[in-house]
């Protein structure tokens, strides 16, 4: 899918205005550096969806450390349940966060659609890649399922490029299905396959898989060769690498479908404070972008900002078309997955 | 001790003193010693003893009465007759004469023992119990009067005395965690109890800032509330514990919990005013990291019964001491007899401590991570799931926290080759 095509699929879902995609189609302002924002001052309210081990406390820390005169309170919670107490104080006529920064797009979606944020101004959404620029929230940064496989076994052109091929290709996969990230994924394969063919597709995969706790267990079982090929989010596949540059394990990419899905954490506004659009400035910043792309390998989504070593930039893969707010409610999907017998 | 008080008394050149002046030195020597041993002067004396030296006589005068009043209970106990309206006058007496208001304001500390004597009558009196027990009771009611009334003259004498930092001067209790270095727990649950003798259980707690905190408080003592009542009430960071302590004591019908714009900004949450053997739970959440100050907000009990509850964020806390910690926590369930519960918690915390430290331990020890991956999520709830001897279990607990020690390294080492962000 060219980006062109893309744009126009989200304009007809919605989610852009022709303006917005006339605007998108225009090359993104490059990341703002740092010292080029004004000073954060007066209080302001951030809700934080925990995520990240402590990198997102290192960020805050050094936006705190920069802008001494802002008086930041944070709540901090799980995304999803800080999302609950954001829809709920809107319903009560209560508005208490200028900020929600959460670590998936399901609970930013959450929000949109029953809180009434503020929009995003051109002048913070233009600095974005496009199909990455949202009227009511931004990205901050991204994670994209892979397929890692083992590279003594298989070759690239070996790994089937869409996902609901995966069950006859005679790869022996492994796969975490309590994780969250695995449920996810399935979540957007229910919405873009419908539930008869992902119901179909859990089953035909059940016969040649391996389950793991976690998906870097399934990175590592790749390398070890237990498996042939896995189901994993990007970063464990790129971190053991790092560590170990040999290790017989590379990254797969299917095409335009959930098996490529790319999540984000993101942030919206709650308030009108000029200080709360400021602080998203400097998430989106170049040093904020470049530390979580070089430290967490999560994926830039901001124009001039290199992506995690290893990994293509994103607006060369043919992301699926879904709207990744609708990933919210996982309910459906953990039903489907015991119905399977997966989980 | 009873050789110390005659050898004070021989020094005193006071003989054959009738057993009412005994008391009474004894009594206020006995007083007037806990507090000079007690109190260290640290800063200005407060207001409320300017001019106690010029009541001590009234005070003296409202103590014999006193005591007096309580001769004559047990006189009559022993005589069979009703006691209900003395017992009610004697009350009245006690909460209306100046050394009341005197003793909660300088020797809070020895406010107590008195209301439990006056207590421990009635309650003799209730259960028909031997006039022995009453004569026991009646004397340390009495005892209790005579020693509030020598630590007030030890103050009054001592122009230097300090104002009573009783919280800190007795302040002996165990510390959740260990000090400053102190692990905010997986589960940011405060459970504490007060009791007749104007003391919480323990004083300095721990917890997650910006995350729901539950605090469990439970009066264990016996007394009724409108007397030895307690509660909790937790501060903003920074508010004067004893400004806001002395406001509550003007809130009586507010159950002390004062009002007004100030007070009430001031208050984080606060339990109900309970008496003996009531509970009551609360839940709020400190939104910063800080010291947040909390207090008995009954007259004049702050000054025994205070402490902090230190609410420390996400970067302060050690997330592999955080997960040993829980995995204690886990352990314990499992020993108490709730597997589930002990699984549940060894998962909670793969996912949500663990996982955020995989990335930078993968880079520098991945079969480490797949170890320690088959510990959180095999090892130990298969364990748990079986039925595994206690020692089984501990030896996978260790092996674990051995594992995580080496984690805790490699982190470190992580940290230090970490660039900043600007």
């Given amino acids: 899918m060219t980006r062109r095509k893309y744009l126009q699929i989200l304009a007809a879902a919605g989610l852009l205005s022709p303006a917005a995609v006339l605007r998108a189609m225009a090359n993104p302002l490059s990341a703002e550096a740092v010292d080029a924002l004004p000073k954060i001052s007066g209080p302001l309210t951030l809700y934080l969806g925990r995520g990240e081990g402590g990198l997102y406390e290192r960020i805050l820390d050094a936006i705190r450390e920069r802008n001494p005169q802002m008086d930041l309170k944070i709540r901090r919670g799980t995304s999803s349940a800080l999302a609950n107490t954001i829809v709920a104080e809107a319903g009560a006529g209560v508005n208490r966060a200028d900020v929600f920064w959460a670590i998936d797009s399901g609970s930013i979606g959450r929000v949109v659609n029953s809180a009434s944020p503020f929009p995003i101004s051109s002048s913070l959404s233009d600095r974005l890649k496009p199909g990455f620029r949202f009227a009511r929230w931004t990205p901050i940064s991204g994670r994209i399922r892979t397929i890692p496989y083992n590279t003594e076994r298989l070759t690239k052109e070996q790994v089937p490029t869409s996902i609901m091929e995966l069950p006859e290709s005679g790869l022996k996969v492994g796969w975490a299905p309590a994780y969250g990230a695995f449920q996810t994924f399935v979540t957007a394969m229910r919405l873009l396959e419908g539930e008869a063919s992902t119901r179909a597709w859990l089953r035909a995969m059940r016969k040649n898989t391996q389950s793991y706790a976690g998906e870097f267990g399934v990175v590592m079982a790749v390398s070890r060769g237990e498996v042939d090929a896995g189901l994993a989010n990007h970063y464990y596949t790129l971190r053991l690498k790092k560590g170990r540059p040999d290790a017989p394990v590379d990254l797969a990419f299917t095409q335009g479908d959930a098996g490529c899905l790319l999540n984000a954490s993101g942030a919206l506004l709650l308030s009108k404070r000029p200080q709360a659009e400021l602080f998203l400035r400097h998430l989106l910043s170049r040093e904020v972008q470049g530390f979580l792309s070089r430290e967490a390998y999560e994926i830039p989504l901001v124009e001039g900002v290199e992506p995690p070593v290893g990994l293509p930039d994103v607006g060369g893969l043919d992301l699926p078309k879904l709207d990744l707010e609708r990933l919210a409610d996982p309910r459906p999907t953990l039903d489907l997955l015991r119905e399977t017998g997966v989980l | ?422």
């Fill in chain 2, 1 to 422: 001790m009873k050789q110390f008080y005659n050898s004070l008394l021989r020094g005193c050149r006071l003989k054959k003193l009738d057993r009412f002046v005994t008391f009474m030195l004894v009594g206020t020597l006995y007083g007037g010693l806990i507090f000079v041993a007690s109190y260290t002067p640290l800063s200005a004396q407060t207001e409320i003893s300017v001019g106690l030296d010029g009541q001590l006589e009234k005070f003296a005068a409202e103590v014999t009465a006193l005591s007096d009043e309580v001769d004559a209970i047990t006189q009559a106990y022993v005589d069979g007759k009703p006691l209900d309206a003395s017992f009610k006058e004697l009350i009245a007496h006690w909460e209306a004469v100046h050394i009341h208001e005197a003793i909660e304001a300088e020797a809070i500390y020895l406010y107590p023992p008195i209301w439990q004597g006056i207590f421990a009558m009635k309650k003799t009196a209730e259960k028909k119990g031997a006039t022995t027990d009453m004569a026991l009771a009646g004397e340390r009611t009495k005892s209790a009067f005579w020693q509030a009334l020598g630590g007030l003259r030890a103050i009054a004498h001592n122009e230097h005395a300090a104002p009573m930092d009783m919280a800190a001067a007795h302040d002996t209790d165990e510390v959740d965690g260990s000090g400053a270095q102190a692990i905010a727990p997986a589960v940011n649950l405060i459970e504490l109890t007060g009791d007749d003798n104007m003391r919480y259980n323990k004083t300095h707690f721990v917890v997650r800032a910006g995350e729901p905190v539950t605090l469990r408080f439970k009066n264990i003592g016996e007394l009724p509330a409108e007397v030895m009542g307690h509660n909790v009430v937790v501060l903003n960071r920074g508010t004067p514990v004893e400004r806001f302590g002395i406001a509550a004591a003007k809130a009586p019908e507010n159950d002390y919990i004062p009002t007004g714009a100030e007070n009430a900004a001031s208050i984080v949450a606060h339990t109900e005013l309970l008496g003996g053997g009531e509970m009551d739970e609360i839940s709020f959440t400190l939104e910063e990291p800080g010291d947040y100050p909390f207090l008995c907000s009954f007259t004049a009990h702050f000054r025994l019964m205070q402490g902090s509850i230190r609410a420390v964020s996400e970067s302060e806390i050690d997330p592999v001491d955080m997960i040993e910690e829980q995995l204690r926590f886990a352990l314990e369930a499992y020993r108490k007899g709730d597997p589930a519960a002990a699984e549940a918690l060894v998962l909670k915390t793969y996912n949500t401590v663990f996982e955020g430290l995989e990335g930078d331990l993968i880079e520098r020890d991945p079969e480490l991570v797949t170890q320690l991956e088959l510990d959180f999520n095999a090892g130990l709830p298969s364990l748990f799931q079986e039925g595994a001897p206690e020692s089984e279990v501990q030896m996978q607990y260790e092996a674990m926290c051995s594992r995580l020690k080496t984690a805790k390294r490699l982190l470190k080492e992580a940290e230090s080759e970490r660039k900043p962000i600007f």
